[in-house]
Structures are given as C-alpha cells and as structure tokens.
C-alpha cells in the first residue's frame, strides 16, 4: 500500500496558541482537529502503511522527517505533545482542548523542561538545538527537533493512533502540516 499523507488547511495567522491534532484510523480516515475542531475533510487512509517503526525513521517533533532524512523545520513554540495508541474521537479532543485529561498516553512530552515521557512509558526523548522557554520548546525554523527513538514506542501498535500538540507559529499564515510532529 502506498504512504499517504494529510495536512490541516487553517492558514495560522494570529500568533496565538492552537492545540492541534492527528488522528489515524486505519480502518478509515486520518483527521486534523484544530483548536478542538475537525480542520478540512477527513483523508482515507484504510489500506495505507502508515506506521511509526519505520527503519531509521524516529518520531520527531518540529521537523518533516516523511523519507527518513530531515526535512521542513518548525519556526514557533510547540508544548504538551501526547501520543495515544487510539483513534480519539472528537468528544475527547474537546475535552482535552478544553484542559481535561483523558486516557493515558503512550507518550507525553510537555517540552518544558527537557524531552522526558511523562506517560510513565520510558519514551524520552533527544532535544537538538531547541531552546526551553517557559511551559514550551522554541523551535528556530533551521536545524532544531526532538526525536524519540520508535524502538521505544514497542506499546504503539501499527493500529489507530492520535498525536496532539500546543503549537504557536512564528510564520503566520502558515498551513499546518507534518512539522508540527512526524
């Protein structure tokens, strides 16, 4: 099956905090929420090989990482990122826009102090050249990421999954694609 990738289609233009979503159902659709809300129509994906153990491919944060060498980097602020082994479904999206907990995740790293799993799943992470400013990691749009070695990811199974993130763009009207997490 050929790889198969999808992209929000809100163009970023206040310089405010948005929580943004990826949620894969492989049986069905790949769908980006922004600020709690479906952004753009649902991609079919069922048949796809979408998956997080590619051969030297890590998940990463704030860069494309779609052939398995660096690619497009993130310019702004990115805190909170979540990863659960589970398509959300738009009620727990809200719920978590709205500052509610929801089931436990594979990962969390909340980028404030370093790149540590705070799902209690071991699933640190490497932080190259991002700066910790605040409740977040500044990401200079060059040559800075986090990437989390997808070896350690052994409780994701290549099923549904969800990644979510606070993110705020420093290149506004910006659309929201894979540099956000990857």
Request: glycine share 10%; with cysteine; proline share 2%.
């Amino acid at each position: 099956a050929a790889a198969i990738n999808w992209y929000g289609v809100t163009d970023i233009t206040d310089g405010q905090w948005h929580h943004v979503v990826c949620v894969a159902d492989r049986d069905g659709n790949g769908s980006i929420y922004v600020d709690g809300l479906i952004d753009g129509a649902p991609v079919n994906i069922s048949g796809s090989n979408l998956t997080l153990e590619e051969p030297d491919r890590d998940f990463v944060i704030g860069v494309s990482n779609v052939t398995g060498s660096l690619g497009s980097h993130f310019d702004g602020n990115i805190a909170d990122v979540r990863m659960f082994n589970s398509a959300l479904t738009a009620t727990q999206i809200l719920d978590l826009y709205n500052g509610s907990d929801i089931s436990s995740p594979v990962g969390w790293w909340k980028l404030d102090k370093g790149a540590d799993d705070f799902s209690g799943n071991g699933n640190d992470g490497t932080i190259t050249s991002a700066n910790l400013v605040g409740e977040a990691a500044y990401f200079d749009g060059v040559d800075d990421y986090v990437s989390i070695d997808t070896d350690s990811l052994d409780d994701l199974p290549n099923s549904d999954f969800s990644v979510t993130a606070w993110a705020k763009f420093n290149v506004l009207g910006e659309n929201i694609e894979n540099r956000i997490f990857n």
